[in-house]
């Protein structure tokens, strides 16, 4: 047997065991009637609830919620279901407008059955660890102490040594591509039955562009999305072999001690992302020195010489914070406004900074706050009947 026969045997065997491993997966999830049994969906069902009982439709819902879960049990068990039309709307977040495509809360339902009992222990084995968007144990802060986890890894070896790569996805959910969706569903999901409910959730998805686009507010847009690179993912830290690299929903970011090495890479990363339809903002993408700082997911990390890791907060978030006091005090001197809110507020601004090194930042607007709502006379006597010194 020739060298070349040899790699193709090995490759063979791989290739059948992971074939072999993805077959038990979806034997282990079961067939159609046990995936959406009674149970489940009524137990999904009273989750959907959760937060948000103080709306009609919400009452409604789980009000009938006994029958209506048997009723579309049955549809979803006879292919039978569509789902309803999504409430459109717009928010505004930080300058940022994000369209929202709300489903009904009995597709939601639904939505809830399909990401817990089928995507997430299907999807989830072929993510790497460094991905901590919409996952159980995982979130923002979580990933905040992983990249410190890394930078320290980094320092130890090299010192400040080399540079932070940070790379952007363009329209991360709005440009998803509709094909790797469905090549990824035949790959994965192999219960014909749970595929084709899976491929029709991305079919009826409210998207601008014809095959292309998940909407945001659907859970398994979130699921999709977030297993959407693992492909790349997989590549960077398997076949790069890069330790310090991990990605938050659609930023990314890449450490390496060689910077020469690392545009190498960072081009041959957008390269595999175009090839899969996957586009990058490469206005956004850039290379930092570790010894300057840099920003990722609105938080600033510094390395300094000692090894010590800075994490400050967003800076903007401060000043709107300020604008914010002065015209919440405006409105309460002229009766528009409770204090019971302000103070809610500003302890909302002050658990965010808190998770950071932002001390002084918080000082300083505790400071403003009690100088506007507790530094004058006039103030205290409004104040009598709602705000205590604490």
């Known amino acids: 047997m020739t060298s070349q026969e040899r790699h193709e045997a090995r490759y063979q065997r791989r290739k059948t065991k992971r074939q072999e491993r993805k077959q038990a997966r979806c034997d282990a999830l079961g067939p159609m009637n046990k995936v959406f049994s009674y149970r489940k969906m009524f137990f999904y069902g009273r989750k959907c609830c959760n937060g948000v009982r103080w709306k009609q439709s919400v009452q409604n819902f789980e009000m009938h919620l006994f029958s209506g ?14 789902p309803m039309k999504c409430t459109h ?10 369209p929202i495509d709300a489903p009904h809360i009995t597709d939601r339902q639904i939505h809830k059955a399909l990401c817990n009992e089928v995507l997430i222990p299907l999807y989830n084995p072929g993510m790497i660890y460094d991905n901590g968007a919409s996952q ?8 905040f102490r992983r990249l410190k986890e890394q930078l320290h890894w980094h320092f130890r070896r090299y010192g400040r040594e080399g540079a932070v790569l940070l790379l952007d996805l363009k329209g991360f959910f709005p440009n998803a591509p509709h094909a790797l969706l469905y090549q990824r569903h035949q790959e994965l999901i192999l219960n014909p ?6 491929d029709m959730v991305i079919q ?41 690299f991990g990605h938050y ?37 850039k290379i930092i020195p570790l010894t300057k700082p840099f920003r990722f ?35 309460f001197i002229e009766g528009k406004r409770e204090f019971t809110d302000i103070e809610q507020y500003m302890e909302c601004q002050s658990a965010y900074y808190r998770n950071f090194n932002d001390h002084g930042r918080l000082l ?27």
Not at 89 to 95: D, N, Q, S, V
Not at 136 to 143: F, Q, T
Not at 299 to 324: H, P
Request: charged share 30%.
């Open 204 to 244: 009826t998805s409210p998207c601008p562009t014809p095959g292309r686009g998940l909407p945001l507010g659907v859970e398994p847009s979130q699921q999709e999305m977030v297993a959407l690179p693992s492909a790349v993912d997989n590549w960077i830290k398997c076949q790069a072999g890069v330790h310090c």
């Open 193 to 198: 039955d749970l595929r084709a409910l899976a």
């Open 249 to 285: 929903m659609d930023d990314y970011y890449v450490i390496l001690p060689d910077v020469e090495a690392l545009k190498k890479l960072g081009h041959e990363i957008v390269r595999r992302f175009e090839a899969l339809g996957i586009r990058v903002n490469k206005r956004k993408c």
């Open 136 to 143: 159980r144990n995982k979130g923002l802060h979580w990933h």
């Open 364 to 390: 300083r607007l505790r400071r403003l706050y009690h100088a506007i709502f507790f530094g004058g006379a006039k103030c205290l006597e409004l104040s009598k009947t709602g705000p205590t010194l604490a």
């Open 69 to 82: 879960t048997a009723r579309r049990r049955k549809k979803v068990l006879d292919q039978a279901w569509k």
């Open 89 to 98: 709307f717009t928010l505004r977040e930080r300058g940022k407008v994000r």
């Open 297 to 331: 997911c609105k938080a600033r990390f510094t390395l300094t010489e000692t090894g010590k890791i800075k994490v400050n907060g967003s800076r903007d978030g401060v000043k709107r914070a300020r604008r914010k006091l002065k015209l919440f005090h405006r409105e």
